[in-house]
């Protein structure tokens, strides 16, 4: 669990995170985007969103963020059909706990019988015999909430001891949910909201990287309502680049342990992330973009 650059998909903006028992490139995809508009139904460019996903395994990208709940189910097929069979280096996180309902909601779906079906039907959308990571989704959309997880984690622990997932995690988790985690089980990440202006977990990334634990920021560039900032604007413009760019590479260059999984439908939109991330910020921007949060 610590930072590998000896692989070729090192080349990537971070170079490589050891999630578990497998490398993975700390610039990640997150597939939410492929579905529809309000990740409810199938996208409207079918063959675009496939060519998004083949285009991203083909720069080198090996973490695949995905939900059954996204669509619901639609995004977990759509990399089946670009991406299998997967190649051994090719890696997919998925989360269970929540699912959609007709308004388009998030109710949460925790109960042993709801893990084990969302499970299963990962394993069957993504035609694999194992998960490579679960994320237990807690909380709800307005954040985390307090309480215990004993008895949803338990479950998915079960699944592991069965063989249908290889490692787990949290997100939308309270430390005090990330520490009751542990005390039941290893976990590999934790994936919670956080960006340039949201920084509430600043203590939380730097005390999992002392433990060896990735950081999965969701909403990396502010969710449904980018990032705006004057002082990223103006760094950005300074480096003749986007504020995108700029929050992006800025993530990066915050903790090793941190991966990044921006979503987007637009293979040139994919490129232009990739390349933005990879800037490198001097410690002057860096105390300048600090102040934001």
Not at 107 to 132: I, K, M, W
Not at 174 to 194: F, H, L
Not at 215 to 225: A, D, Q, R, S
């Amino acid at each position: 669990m610590t930072e590998d650059t000896n692989t070729p998909s090192a080349s990537l903006p971070g170079g490589t995170w050891t999630l578990g028992d497998f490398t993975v490139t700390r610039f990640g995809y997150g597939a939410m985007q492929l579905a529809g508009p309000g990740v409810m139904g199938p996208p409207a460019d079918r063959d675009g969103a496939l060519a998004v996903l083949r285009e991203a395994a083909g720069l080198g990208i090996s973490h695949f963020d995905t939900a059954g709940a996204y669509g619901p189910r639609v995004t977990n097929q759509l990399i089946r059909e670009a991406l299998h069979p997967c190649s051994e280096s090719l890696h997919i996180v998925t989360k269970v706990g929540s699912v959609r309902d007709q308004q388009g909601g998030w109710p949460p779906a925790r109960r042993p019988e709801d893990l084990r079906r969302a499970v299963h039907e990962n394993l069957e959308d993504l035609d694999r015999d194992s998960l490579d990571v679960v994320n237990l989704r807690l909380g709800n959309a307005q954040g985390p909430r307090p309480g215990s997880l004993a008895e949803p984690f338990e479950t998915l622990v079960e699944l592991q001891q069965q063989g249908l997932i290889r490692h787990l995690g949290v997100s939308n988790a309270t430390t005090e949910q990330i520490a009751e985690a542990q005390a039941i089980a290893p976990i590999v990440c934790v994936q919670n909201m956080y960006n340039l202006a949201h920084r509430r977990d600043d203590e939380l990334i730097d005390e999992l990287a002392d433990q060896g634990i990735a950081y999965v920021p969701f909403f990396p560039l502010g969710g449904f309502t980018p990032l705006q900032s004057t002082a990223l604007s103006a760094v950005a413009a300074r480096l003749d680049t986007t504020p995108m760019s700029v929050a992006l590479a800025w993530l990066l260059q915050r903790s090793p342990n941190i991966l990044l999984i921006p979503g987007t439908s637009s293979v040139a939109h994919l490129r232009e992330n990739v390349v933005g991330a990879g800037l490198s910020l001097s410690e002057e921007e860096l105390a300048e973009l600090d102040k934001i949060g």
